[in-house]
């Protein structure tokens, strides 16, 4: 694999992009392109790469769009010669054997705000295995030593505009940490807007969250639609500094995105288990 694919590969694993590999696998007689090709395509349509161009190569990105809404690799052989029906006006004279396969998509996880809550949950979240993305307006706190490598950070001075463009699914997290209040109102509102993210969830004091949602509300945005954001974040775990407060909230996200009631698992044990447990 070329360093260019395998980068652009790492960057839509980075930004919870989902996207498929295509391989020209095998060859046989006259083709635009040799075994080994590989091409990039992404869920909006985007690609990066080409594996011979016109019907053929369109063909190819309807099959890679069904793989990633499947889950499923396909493996698929394209006549190129007038001879056949399917050659689609092809005149190479070959066939192409294509491998697509859908790349997993780590869930996405965006914080907006950078400081040290923010630090702490990043570097948590990554090791939970999401797609980390970090959005601040102060640059020098984006990037080594704050944040992984690994982790997208983009400089931007709100939030609206990213949280309206990214496309969300069920398996995502976005956490409002940022230092100012009217950041946190805006970037709220436009995910509210917006929605699909599976946890939607905003760090503050009580006063903050009511100010906030009483605000929200005048616009018109209901109760119960306030009502499905996590606010103030975090399981009342007695947390204080912030690398307690992100397993705090790591530990809510989780909870809410894989559907769990957060018990303590001991409660699991029948009630005499529990009983012989706290003896002895």
């Known amino acids: 694999m070329s360093e260019a694919i395998h980068r652009l590969l790492l960057e839509a694993s980075r930004s919870g992009q989902a996207c498929a590999l295509a391989t020209v696998a095998m060859v046989?007689?006259?083709?635009?392109?040799?075994?080994?090709?590989?091409?990039?395509?992404?869920?909006?349509?985007?690609?990066?790469?080409?594996?011979?161009?016109?019907?053929?190569?369109?063909?190819?990105?309807?099959?890679?769009?069904?793989?990633?809404?499947?889950?499923?690799?396909?493996?698929?052989?394209?006549?190129?010669?007038?001879?056949?029906?399917?050659?689609?006006?092809?005149?190479?004279?070959?066939?192409?054997?294509?491998?697509?396969?859908?790349?997993?998509?780590?869930?996405?996880?965006?914080?907006?705000?950078?400081?040290?809550?923010?630090?702490?949950?990043?570097?948590?979240?990554?090791?939970?295995?999401?797609?980390?993305?970090?959005?601040?307006?102060?640059?020098?706190?984006?990037?080594?030593?704050?944040?992984?490598?690994?982790?997208?950070?983009?400089?931007?001075?709100?939030?609206?505009?990213?949280?309206?463009?990214?496309?969300?699914?069920?398996?995502?997290?976005?956490?409002l940490v940022s230092r100012n209040y009217h950041l946190d109102r805006e970037a709220l509102a436009a995910a509210l807007e917006k929605g699909g993210m599976g946890y939607l969830g905003m760090i503050g004091s009580k006063k903050k969250v009511l100010n906030v949602f009483d605000e929200l509300s005048k616009r018109g945005i209901s109760r119960e639609v306030l009502a499905s954001v996590r606010a103030p974040v975090g399981l009342n775990i007695g947390a204080d500094s912030p690398a307690e407060i992100a397993v705090s909230v790591l530990a809510e996200i989780i909870m809410v995105l894989r559907a769990a009631d957060g018990r303590p698992l001991c409660e699991s044990l029948p009630a005499d288990r529990q009983r012989q447990k706290i003896a002895s």
């Open 28 to 175: 046989t007689g006259s083709v635009p392109r040799e075994a080994g090709t590989k091409m990039v395509i992404f869920e909006d349509g985007r690609i990066a790469g080409t594996i011979g161009g016109g019907k053929f190569e369109s063909l190819v990105i309807e099959e890679a769009q069904k793989a990633m809404a499947t889950g499923k690799a396909i493996l698929k052989t394209y006549p190129l010669h007038e001879a056949s029906e399917e050659s689609f006006g092809a005149i190479c004279g070959g066939e192409v054997t294509v491998f697509i396969e859908p790349q997993a998509r780590a869930p996405f996880f965006c914080l907006v705000g950078a400081g040290h809550c923010a630090q702490a949950l990043a570097k948590l979240a990554l090791e939970c295995g999401f797609a980390v993305t970090v959005l601040d307006d102060r640059a020098d706190l984006l990037g080594l030593p704050h944040f992984d490598s690994s982790i997208r950070c983009l400089s931007e001075p709100t939030a609206e505009a990213f949280v309206r463009s990214h496309k969300w699914s069920k398996r995502d997290a976005l956490i």
